[in-house]
């Protein structure tokens, strides 16, 4: 266990990992970018890189660790530079706060229609509910101000890309009133079915303490990078996968 360490998150895992890390006085710095860089691979795929760059410029920092999933191969690429950097062997953030990818995988299997809520997305309002077509339109009016009419569009296939769901999921590591009862009123606004899943907080707890088995953590060495066989399982390139 290293005698300090950084934590690079996404901010989906702010009010998790806040909680956790105050109780945690070797874990040297939490910082966090903003969410929904995995809509864009290659710029989430930058972001880390720079910000790896600006941990390892604290001399006292001896390894960094990654609150991400693979994230939508975004983070295929990024290279260990003076430190070592450890991630969860999961898909994306739902599948850290399940505790794991096989729990993820039985409740899509069980119902492919599920769209998991966290306190992270909720917060965001990105989720599928009765704020999800303002914060689009706010996006792409950034986007194309003086196109209404593929904003018209946009929102629309954004729309149909729900078209196969029919349950929220709420999926709870901390306790947020708040957040629950917006999972449930989105539901709600879409007629979907409503669940309450108990979030495994075993990921996040080993991130923050440094308990980085080999079984749930991917361990990246200076100079090595990201890479992915070809069942997504995240390795070190330049080993066996």
């Known amino acids: ?7 690079l ?17 070797t874990c040297k710095a939490l910082r966090f970018l903003e969410m929904g860089l995995h809509d864009q691979p290659k710029l989430l795929r930058e972001r880390i890189q720079e910000a790896l760059s600006q941990i390892e410029a604290d001399p006292s920092v001896e390894a960094i660790a990654l609150a991400y999933g693979r ?16 991630l969860p062997q999961a898909h994306d953030c ?9 729990r993820h995988a039985a ?4 119902n492919p229609g599920t769209y998991f809520y966290s306190p992270g997305w909720v917060r965001e309002k990105r989720v599928p509910g009765p704020d999800r077509e303002e914060w689009l339109r706010n996006l792409y009016a950034d986007r194309y101000p003086d196109d209404n009419e593929m904003i018209d569009d ?19 590591v901390t306790d ?26 075993g ?22 990078r990201i890479a992915a066989n070809g069942e997504g399982r995240l390795y070190a390139q330049g080993h066996r996968p």
């Not at 266990?1 to 934590?7: L, R």
């Not at 946009?154 to 709870?172: G, I, K, Q, R, S």
């Not at 957040?179 to 907080?201: F, I, K, S, V």
Request: charged share 20%; with cysteine; aromatic share 8%.
């Open 1 to 7: 266990m290293p005698s300090s360490y950084a934590i």
């Open 9 to 25: 998150a996404c901010d989906v895992f702010r009010e998790e990992l806040e909680e956790l890390c105050r109780r945690t006085p």
């Open 71 to 86: 994230c939508g191969n975004g983070l295929i690429g990024v290279t260990a530079g003076r430190c070592p950097l450890i």
């Open 94 to 102: 739902i599948s850290i706060l399940l505790g794991g990818t096989e």
């Open 107 to 110: 409740i899509l299997k069980e």
């Open 154 to 172: 946009l929102v629309e296939a954004d729309a149909e890309t729900f078209a196969h769901h029919n349950c929220a999921a709420y999926v709870a």
């Open 176 to 201: 947020n009133p708040t957040a629950r009862d917006y999972c449930r009123n989105c539901a709600r606004h879409l007629g979907w079915n409503h669940r309450e899943l108990d979030g495994d907080p």
């Open 203 to 224: 990921f996040l707890n080993a991130l923050v303490h440094a308990q980085w088995d080999d079984s749930r953590f991917l361990h990246i060495s200076p100079g090595h």
